[in-house]
């Protein structure tokens, strides 16, 4: 295994070296857009679990120099990203698929479980913006609440499993309330469904914690496949880049779901991701900014009386049922964007974590 995680060391350097990269120092500080935004009192965005201090500034560097190069076709460039991966994910090359975000990737390995009438099983509130697609493929949706500890019940989804379903989704850490399955009872858990079903494991947000990722599981079984993203620790949302990992068997039924395999990928999106990849002091100081300011918030939400899940993730699930005043003009009159109410019961709702300062912004304005 070390010697694996030399060999990936080794590679980014290579690949650094190859788009003229060199060697940058990361400084885990705001880009220059935000900056400037800050300065002209636009909105303070707190919605989507971006990371407010990326593209990190070797990405930022191997973007701009591939901008002129996006008149021509690299056939290289995602091939070698996939080859990263692999090394980084210690997986073959054909374990793995490219897509523009994990959203494509999610609507390829859909398309690919709804290509037969049935049912499938997600947890409530969960990140669900794909599944109105799937129920106009013509899937039923099972939804199973969450433990009264905002936990994703795996032993009720398991129960929910039946003759008629296509895949169950779980997506760890869970997105709004940012709690996290442990690690051998989700394992237990995927062993059990995949027997009977597809299960997609998206962990969008799984770099923010210390827990260990599926991957290795995902190439064994057929049943499986782990969804991973850089739109989040990594900062490039806007880039669109994601991938997944499964079998290689399930991974060529779902790339014929896909006109061009790894095709969706900008030169400049991989060049991103790529870059992004070597810089570990960036993803370093992100991980820990973001427990600072996390940590910071948590602690005020507590003397405010508002009960908040303690949360793995870069944002926050609090309920709003005890706060006497009118939280969402709050945030509107101070010109912060968030989230709306995820359950009504105890209305529950989720804000990003930004840098400390924005934090520090959230709770004048709540107070």
Request: proline residues 3%; aromatic residues 10%; hydrophobic residues 40%.
């Amino acid at each position: 295994m070390q010697s694996n995680r030399r060999n990936w060391i080794k590679q980014l350097g290579l690949a650094a070296a190859g788009m003229g990269l060199g060697r940058v120092t990361a400084l885990a500080e705001p880009s220059d857009l935000f900056k400037e935004t800050q300065e002209a009192g636009l909105p303070i965005k707190l919605s989507s679990n971006e990371n407010p201090y990326g593209p990190s500034p070797l990405a930022r560097r191997a973007m701009a120099e591939k901008v002129n190069a996006t008149n021509r076709y690299d056939w290289d460039i995602t091939t070698r990203l996939i080859e990263t991966l692999s090394v980084k994910n210690n997986v073959r090359k054909d374990n793995i698929l490219m897509a523009a975000g994990s959203t494509e990737v999610l609507d390829l390995v859909l398309r690919y479980a709804a290509n037969q009438q049935g049912n499938f099983v997600l947890a409530y509130p969960t990140y669900s913006y794909w599944s109105d697609t799937v129920i106009r493929f013509g899937l039923e949706r099972k939804i199973v609440p969450l433990t009264k500890e905002k936990q994703v019940d795996l032993p009720a989804m398991l129960k929910a499993i039946n003759a008629e379903t296509r895949f169950v989704y779980i997506c760890n850490p869970n997105n709004p309330t940012g709690t996290v399955c442990e690690r051998n009872e989700l394992l237990r858990f995927v062993n059990e469904a995949s027997k009977q079903t597809l299960v997609i494991v998206d962990e969008a947000y799984i770099d923010f914690t210390t827990e260990t990722s599926l991957v290795s599981e995902a190439v064994q079984n057929k049943n499986l496949v782990v969804v991973r993203t850089f739109s989040k620790i990594y900062g490039l949302a806007g880039a669109r880049v994601g991938y997944m990992v499964a079998h290689s068997r399930t991974m060529e039924k779902v790339a014929a779901m896909q006109s061009w395999n790894n095709g969706s990928i900008t030169v400049i999106s991989a060049a991103a991701a790529m870059a992004s990849l070597s810089d570990t002091k960036f993803v370093s100081d992100t991980y820990k900014l973001n427990e600072k300011a996390r940590q910071y918030t948590m602690d005020q939400l507590k003397k405010l009386n508002i009960t908040s899940i303690p949360s793995s993730t870069n944002f926050l699930y609090f309920s709003l049922d005890k706060y006497k005043y009118d939280y969402f003009r709050r945030l509107k009159d101070n010109h912060i964007s968030g989230t709306g109410i995820y359950e009504d019961e105890g209305s529950w709702t989720r804000i990003t974590i930004g840098t400390l300062a924005e934090m520090q912004k959230f709770i004048a304005a709540i107070r």
